[in-house]
């Protein structure tokens, strides 16, 4: 079975909500060469409607490669009740009902991994349902005080096992897991 990578640029105080307007000054060369290693992993993208609207303004014209190609030639998969199809920006494909149906099948048809990149409302919900298999978190040198948190509104504790940590330039790229600690604890 294909694994779900939820790939997401984070601030220092967990704010994951709107990178567009924070990220780019610490967006360097090393971290576009760490953006091009994750695109070569993976062979989907699964987005949420919002993420899904703000991208297709983008990318289908943008020049910023490797970036661009990956992401208008790889399959994307919107999960939204509202979108109906035919998308107009090619490779793309609409899934309503059941989200958490909806991916664990794509788990098992996609070729190989599926990347959520953004799309911080999907993540959540696909983490009620287990459907994570790694958070690659990049996080930025920047303090945002508020906005959309990946972790910490539900109450409940997310237990993680990190796999790698690096830097790429002033960000650091985490990778976890889902599961306990080396400490075990949850």
């Not at 490797?66 to 009740?81: E, G, H």
């Not at 190989?112 to 459907?131: A, T, Y």
């Amino acid at each position: 079975m294909r694994q779900v990578v939820a790939a997401l640029f984070v601030s220092l105080d967990g704010v994951a909500e709107s990178p567009d307007k924070w990220q780019f000054e610490h967006f360097d060369d090393a971290m576009m060469a760490e953006m091009a290693s994750q695109i070569a992993e993976q062979d989907a993208v699964l987005l949420g409607r919002v993420t899904f609207q703000e991208w297709a303004q983008y990318w289908p014209t943008s020049t910023d490669e490797p970036l661009a190609s990956f992401i208008n030639d790889t399959p994307k998969y919107v999960i939204s009740t509202t979108l109906e199809e035919p998308l107009e920006w090619n490779n793309s494909t609409v899934i309503g009902g059941d989200v958490a149906e909806a991916v664990a099948a794509l788990k098992r048809e996609v070729e190989g991994d599926i990347l959520v990149n953004g799309s911080v409302q999907l993540v959540r919900k696909l983490m009620e349902h287990d459907l994570v298999d790694e958070y690659r978190l990049m996080v930025f040198p920047a303090v945002l005080g508020a906005g959309k948190r990946l972790f910490g509104e539900s109450g409940e504790a997310v237990a993680l096992r990190l796999v790698d940590a690096k830097p790429a330039g002033e960000t650091l790229i985490l990778i976890y897991e889902p599961g306990a600690n080396e400490a075990g604890d949850a």
